[in-house]
């Protein structure tokens, strides 16, 4: 039985092989929800993607916090990409919470915070587009006019 007591099971078909080991289209490039996390207090943001089952499952078989991070921002950071040894690297570069929003976003991506997968529809339903909107820079200012073409 499922937990979502918003859809009728007796409505819907059962799955297929093929339906569920086909790659999905979610209208990303990686297949997987994707979004930007920007780093406070430098000024620079990342892109990241939700994880699948395979790779949390690799995730959570790792023996320290230091190595789920590791391995969970090398498969999750698209922008810039990062083996593991780099990632090593910016843990010992950076300040104590500067990866855990990344972090924290790759885990909602990936259905693994309580809630985020209903989060996650949620938003892509009330705005589909959301995730490829490049955010207004620091060099943005509000000029108090409409945006061209009507977008606000």
Same mark, same amino acid.
């Given at each position: 039985? /499922?937990?979502?007591?918003?859809?009728?099971?007796?409505?819907?078909?059962?799955? /297929?092989?093929?339906?569920? /080991?086909?790659?999905?289209?979610?209208?990303?490039?990686?297949?997987?929800?994707?979004?930007?996390?920007?780093?406070?207090?430098?000024?620079?943001?990342?892109?990241?993607?939700?994880?699948?089952?395979?790779?949390? @499952?690799?995730?959570?078989?790792?023996?320290?916090?230091?190595?789920?991070?590791?391995? /969970?921002?090398? @498969?999750? @950071?698209?922008?810039?990409?990062?083996?593991?040894?780099?990632?090593?690297?910016?843990?010992?570069?950076?300040?104590?919470?500067?990866?855990?929003?990344?972090?924290?976003?790759?885990?909602?991506?990936?259905?693994?915070?309580?809630?985020?997968?209903?989060?996650?529809?949620?938003?892509?339903?009330?705005?589909?587009?959301?995730?490829?909107?490049?955010?207004?820079?620091?060099?943005?200012?509000?000029?108090?006019?409409?945006?061209?073409?009507?977008?606000?």
């Amino acid at each position: 039985m /499922t937990d979502n007591t918003d859809v009728d099971p007796a409505g819907v078909p059962v799955a /297929t092989a093929e339906f569920l /080991t086909a790659k999905r289209d979610t209208g990303t490039a990686s297949a997987f929800p994707e979004d930007f996390v920007v780093l406070e207090d430098t000024g620079v943001k990342v892109r990241v993607r939700g994880l699948s089952r395979h790779e949390v @499952l690799h995730v959570q078989a790792q023996k320290s916090v230091a190595e789920v991070e590791q391995v /969970t921002l090398s @498969l999750g @950071l698209i922008e810039p990409r990062l083996t593991v040894e780099q990632v090593k690297a910016w843990q010992k570069s950076s300040v104590g919470g500067e990866m855990e929003p990344v972090t924290k976003r790759i885990g909602e991506l990936s259905g693994m915070a309580k809630g985020a997968r209903k989060k996650a529809i949620k938003e892509l339903l009330d705005d589909p587009g959301a995730e490829f909107r490049v955010h207004a820079g620091d060099e943005a200012i509000d000029d108090g006019e409409s945006a061209p073409d009507g977008d606000e």
